[in-house]
C-alpha cells in the first residue's frame, strides 16, 4: 500500500524566512510518480509539480524548490523568502500509475507580515 | 473554458436523504475522481474512473455511488445521507499526465 506522510500539521514563518515542508512516502513500486499541490485559503486546489522515481534532479521554479531523494524516500519542498500570498495548506501526493493519486494530510503554512 | 464544473457548491441535508453531487468537465479527459477533505486527513479517494463505463473504489467508497456514461460528466451519489459524511467534496480530471484538474469543491453538511 502507498502512504504519505507530512509530519508537520502546521508551520508559521514570518515573511522573508525560508520554510521546508517535509514529505515522506511509502511505495513497494519502482516506477512512482511524486506531487505537490497548494490549497490557498480560497480553497481551490493548485498543482505545483511532478516528480517521476527515476529523475532524482532537484528543481527549482521561481522561490519554490523541490528535494527527491529516493535514499530516504523524501521529496521536500522549500520555498524560500517567503511572502504572505504562501500562505496555504500544501500537500504531497504519490501515485503508482500517474493518475490515481494519495494524497498526505497537508502542512498549512502561514506567513506573518 | 470552464474546466471542472461542480454543483452545488453547497447543501445542508438531514440524515437519510440522498442526493447528487454533479461532476462535468470540458477537457475531454478520459479520468475522472472524486475526493473528500476531512480537516487533518488531506484528501481521501473516493471513486475513480478512467472512462465512459468504467468505475472503481478507491480509498473510501462506502456510502457512495458513481457512474460514468459519458467522458463529460462523473455524479457522486450518496444513498443515505449520515452525518459521518460531512465533508468537502472535491472532483478532478487528468489526461493521464498525473496533473489533477480540481473543481471549486462542494461544501456538504449532514444534520
Known amino acids: 500500500a502507498q502512504k504519505v506522510t507530512q509530519a508537520q500539521t502546521e508551520i508559521s514563518v514570518v515573511e522573508k524566512e525560508d520554510v521546508t515542508l517535509d514529505c515522506v512516502y511509502e511505495?513497494?513500486?519502482?516506477?512512482?510518480?511524486l506531487f505537490w499541490y497548494k490549497q490557498p485559503p480560497s480553497g481551490e486546489l493548485v498543482f505545483l509539480i511532478r516528480?517521476?522515481?527515476?529523475?532524482?534532479q532537484n528543481e527549482i521554479s521561481g522561490r519554490y524548490s523541490w528535494n527527491f531523494q529516493k535514499s530516504t524516500s523524501s521529496f521536500n519542498f522549500t520555498i524560500t523568502a517567503s511572502q504572505v500570498v504562501d500562505s496555504a495548506v500544501y500537500f504531497c501526493?504519490?501515485?503508482?500509475?500517474?493518475?490515481?493519486?494519495?494524497f498526505g494530510a497537508g502542512t498549512t503554512v502561514t506567513v506573518r507580515a | 473554458n470552464a474546466g471542472v464544473t461542480q454543483t452545488p457548491k453547497f447543501q445542508v441535508l438531514k440524515t437519510g436523504q440522498s442526493m447528487t453531487l454533479q461532476c462535468a468537465q470540458d477537457m475531454n479527459h478520459e479520468y475522472m475522481s472524486w475526493y473528500r477533505q476531512d480537516p487533518g486527513m488531506g484528501l481521501r479517494l473516493i471513486h475513480y474512473s478512467v472512462g465512459a463505463g468504467i468505475t472503481d473504489q478507491g480509498e473510501v467508497p462506502n456510502g457512495y455511488n458513481v457512474s460514468r456514461s459519458t467522458t463529460e460528466d462523473f455524479p457522486l451519489r450518496l444513498l443515505s445521507a449520515a452525518p459521518s459524511q460531512t465533508s468537502v467534496y472535491f472532483c478532478?480530471?487528468?489526461?493521464?499526465?498525473?496533473?489533477?484538474?480540481f473543481g471549486e469543491g462542494s461544501r456538504l453538511t449532514v444534520l
Open positions: 516528480r517521476n522515481s527515476f529523475d532524482e
Open positions: 478532478a480530471s487528468s489526461p493521464f499526465t498525473g496533473e489533477l484538474f
Open positions: 511505495t513497494r513500486d519502482t516506477t512512482y510518480y
Open positions: 501526493a504519490l501515485s503508482e500509475n500517474d493518475y490515481k493519486l494519495s
